[in-house]
């Protein structure tokens, strides 16, 4: 029953299924995202946020590569793949940019509260996740259409 179920979700072109996907992808995106974040936060010349900056990137690299052959597959946009890429970056940094937004405000709301120590390790965790979802719901609706939807066909070359 489960897998028939994940296996339907995983090929139907409706929008519930595909916004699963996006989902599910954007979770991935945001394991990678937090990850690096932990990874580069304490480097020289990095603080939370420029290695933030860093590591949004690096889970929009994977998020369009998932995106494109998983979340949807089903849509042919007749665009470059590079092309595609870009328009995937430029809504997904504007989606980041709302993204960022919140979670500059959740890390700023955490400091003025004075955390516990415990708090203050998971503080950018929960920020991230915050500004993930602000940000999903904005790419998902925009980005469906404006990258992966069917192009006018002028730069399918």
């Given at each position: 029953?489960?897998?028939?179920?994940?296996?339907?979700?995983?090929?139907?072109?409706?929008?519930?299924a595909?916004?699963v996907?996006?989902?599910?992808?954007g979770?991935?995106?945001g394991?990678?995202?937090v990850?690096?974040?932990?990874?580069?936060k304490?480097?020289?010349?990095?603080?939370?946020?420029?290695?933030r900056v860093?590591?949004?990137?690096?889970?929009?690299?994977?998020?369009?590569?998932?995106n494109?052959y998983?979340?949807?597959?089903?849509?042919?946009?007749?665009?470059?793949?590079?092309?595609?890429?870009?328009?995937?970056f430029?809504?997904?940094?504007?989606?980041?940019?709302?993204?960022?937004?919140?979670?500059?405000?959740?890390?700023v709301?955490?400091?003025r509260?004075?955390?516990?120590?415990g708090?203050?390790?998971?503080?950018?965790?929960f920020?991230?996740w915050?500004?993930?979802?602000?940000g999903?719901?904005?790419n998902?609706?925009v980005g469906?259409?404006?990258?992966f939807?069917?192009?006018?066909?002028?730069?399918?070359?």
């Open positions: 029953m489960v897998k028939k179920t994940l296996k339907r979700v995983a090929r139907s072109p409706s929008d519930r595909t916004f996907r996006f989902s599910l992808v979770v991935c995106m394991v990678i995202d990850g690096m974040l932990y990874l580069l304490e480097q020289p010349l990095l603080n939370l946020y420029t290695a860093l590591s949004y990137s690096t889970g929009l690299v994977a998020g369009y590569l998932l494109r998983f979340t949807f597959h089903h849509l042919d946009s007749g665009r470059v793949m590079w092309r595609e890429f870009v328009r995937f430029g809504v997904h940094w504007t989606g980041g940019l709302i993204n960022y937004a919140v979670y500059s405000l959740v890390i709301a955490g400091m509260t004075g955390l516990s120590p708090w203050e390790a998971l503080w950018p965790l920020a991230v915050v500004g993930g979802v602000v999903l719901c904005f998902f609706f469906r259409r404006l990258v939807g069917a192009g006018s066909g002028a730069d399918a070359g």
